[in-house]
């Protein structure tokens, strides 16, 4: 990538990447921002100063978060939030539970987050944190004692003029309401400053569908300047969290054929496609910390691939919305091989480098995250912010 840039816009990487060294996924965040903005940055040489602070992070919060489990034993775990820039309005951005959450991640997360919000038509800045806690397998209890912890830190950071977090992978409805709960407790006051599924958390009535339906309506328009549609396509999905539940529902919607859904262990494929039935079945599979495999023993034209993915499958649409470099270059080349033209990022930064280079020089058509995620923000309009 570094041959591709012209030697300003390599002098920025190169300032990151002898900074922050480990940090690998906020390297490759920036390396691609500035190869995308590249000619941008080579005819407007002040953007080279503008970048450079942009890419410093405001404030960088890293904290212990000590929690008790059920059996009276106490664990740490460590804690992130990062307040990525606020030149446009409050921070604003999620919140992950994951046992490989790390600063990198939290600044990559932050940095993608600030562009999103800076493409939206509000006065929104961009932060991200988490915590390297696992919540699988835990007990409400469990994970009600440590969302009290991590917001008895963090607490003081947020509010409706400062940061505003919503729900990332590993945080759901109930961890936001056991985080909101606590923060206001600590504040002393109801302020709807966190975006979650509650209306009376201040999430708007759509919050939890935008983002998800959202990447649909954005394939849509796609296909629709090529007088083209949804109806009767193939489309690959991975993950399934909310995002992609909501990507299956709303391609369902259109007459799309959605036939992959995956998890940490594997993927699940239905010939048949999913319908709405199908989809309760596979809430219920989550809402019970099943395997998906389970769904295969009720039907029978499925099967589940153990420590596969969904890439090799016939597709004409691809949507990935699992996790950051879910598609390596293998992937790549088995998406184009699989008859895909058009890539939707659900997740943050699904690509790596040299899959991205695959896919382009096969003239597969990519809808980067910041503008086909963009849901998620714009449902901020209905809760007057």
Known sequence: MKALMSKTAGSIVEAALKRDPHELEFIQSVQEAVHALERVIAKNSHYVNIM??????????????????????????????????????PCRGGIRFHPLMNLSIAK????????????????????????????????????MRFCQSFMNEIYRYLGPDKDLPSEEMGVGTREMGYLFGQYRRLAGHFQGSFTGPRIFWSGSSLRTEATGYGLVFFAQ???????????????????????????????IAYGAVPITVSDSKGYLVDEDGFDYMKITFLRDIKAQQRSLRDYSKTYARSKYYDEAKPWSERCDVAFPCASQNEIDQ?????????????????????????????????????APAMAAGAGGVCSLLLQGI
């Open 52 to 89: 450079e602070r942009l890419l410093e992070p405001e404030r960088m919060i890293v904290f212990r978060v000590p929690w008790v489990d059920d059996r009276g034993e106490t664990h740490v775990s460590r804690g992130f939030r990062v307040q990525f820039n606020q030149a446009l309005g």
């Open 221 to 251: 328009l796609i296909l629709a300047d090529m007088n083209k549609e949804l109806k009767g396509l193939r489309c690959a999905v991975s993950g399934s969290g909310k995002i992609a539940m909501h990507v299956l529902e709303k391609l």
């Open 330 to 366: 293998s992937d790549a080349i088995n998406l184009v091989n699989s008859g895909c033209r058009i890539l939707v990022e659900g997740s943050n930064m699904p690509c790596i480098p040299e899959a991205v280079d695959v896919l382009r020089k096969a003239n597969v058509l990519i």
């Open 108 to 143: 990559f997360l932050g940095f993608e987050q600030t562009l999103k919000n800076a493409l939206s038509p509000y006065k929104l800045g961009g932060a991200a944190g988490g915590s390297d806690f696992d919540p699988k397998g835990k007990s409400d209890n469990e994970i």
